[in-house]
């Protein structure tokens, strides 16, 4: 990315979001972001997080580092920031995406192949914010041809809150009392029928211990009713899934 010449460092006409409910029809295209690693969310909901839950200098967490999106906001917002991930296509990714210098962006990167659920190399109470996009159960097969066992969206949905236990108890371990956990969940549909995985996870981390402080609706802007979609929608009596739930949880 040093090669890449970069006009646009942030978002233009940039304000804090002030309700619970967030829409982003720009996914944001500054610094090195892009939508290519598949299902990554939009930069300007790692920066609203960073922004009002951290400070400069800052340690921050991302358990599930994915395309690197949360990693490059950390750096440009001069907070520190461990990366974590199982996949090493993800974390060859996010060396990409780090790997760029600018006069403002002081924060320091570091990237490690790790499982969320044991993160032995992070001491107790010493992260300042977890801010992270886990895999929604096996929705997306991110290791999808790779001999990854330990990657979350290998397992259906009961498996994969059954280990979301394991990740929200490290969470809380990690994080430092009175500090902030971000977590973006969405939800999936059997059979016709919804399947809360959001508010699951949501449970699953109050019973580690967190105390939910916000839940912020999430618009989604790629569900479009036509063609496929709009016909079996009406024919089989379904609404398209819309929106996630971001869900911010204190560490009392």
């Known amino acids: 990315m040093k090669n890449k010449k970069i006009t646009k460092w942030e978002p233009e006409d940039f304000e804090l979001e002030m309700t619970t409910v967030w829409s982003f029809p720009k996914r944001g295209d500054w610094a090195t972001h892009d939508a290519k690693w598949r299902g990554n969310w939009s930069p300007y909901i790692p920066r609203n997080i960073i922004l009002r839950y951290s400070n400069e200098g800052d340690l921050v967490l991302d358990q599930f580092a994915g395309g690197g999106t949360t990693l490059v906001e950390s750096k440009l917002l001069n907070r520190n920031i461990i990366g974590v991930d199982v996949n090493d296509a993800a974390l060859k990714r996010c060396r990409e995406k780090v790997d ?3 006069e403002s962006a002081n924060g320091k990167v570091s990237i490690h192949k790790g499982d969320a659920r044991n993160l032995e190399f992070i001491s107790n109470e010493s992260i300042d914010l977890i801010c992270t996009h886990p895999p929604y159960a096996n929705i997306i097969h991110y290791s ?3 001999d990854i066992p330990n990657d979350l969206s290998n397992f259906g949905i009961r498996k994969f809150l059954e280990e979301m236990k394991s990740v929200a108890s490290e969470s809380y371990r990690v994080l430092k009392k009175g500090k902030f956990c971000a977590v973006l969940m969405g939800d999936t549909r059997q059979k016709g029928h919804i399947i809360p ?3 699951e996870v949501m449970k699953i ?3 580690a211990g967190f105390k939910t402080k916000e839940i ?8 479009k009713a036509t063609g496929y979609w709009k016909t079996n929608s009406v024919k089989y009596n379904f609404l398209l899934i819309a929106h996630e739930y971001l869900f911010i949880f204190k560490k009392m």
């Open 100 to 102: 760029f210098e600018h």
């Open 144 to 146: 999808e041809g790779m």
């Open 197 to 199: 995985m959001s508010f």
């Open 205 to 207: 981390f109050e019973s």
């Open 216 to 223: 912020i609706i999430k618009e989604q802007h790629n569900c």
